[in-house]
């Protein structure tokens, strides 16, 4: 388990890095693609690592309000 675990710190360290530094969606249709994908590509492999962790990943969505809303893999809202 702790191979999984330095894994993803090490790929959520350089997800952050690349998202600190380029800007995703850009003027160049290609490049910004690209990035989309590296972002998914990203978001679905921390998902799966954490799955096999046995820990699930929480999407943060804004309410109209502004508010932060935290939804669970399976569902569930918990509001923060």
């Known amino acids: ?36 994908a590296l972002v998914d590509a990203s978001r679905i492999t921390l998902a799966n690592v954490l799955g096999l962790l ?3 990943a929480r999407h943060v969505l804004r309410d109209r309000a502004g508010h932060l809303d935290f939804v669970a893999d399976r569902g569930r809202r918990a509001r923060e």
């Open 1 to 36: 388990p702790h191979k999984l675990t330095t894994y993803a710190e090490d790929l959520a360290a350089t997800f952050h890095q690349f998202y600190t530094q380029c800007q995703v969606v850009g003027d160049d249709a290609a490049l910004t693609a690209a990035r989309i």
């Open 54 to 56: 046995g820990v699930g």
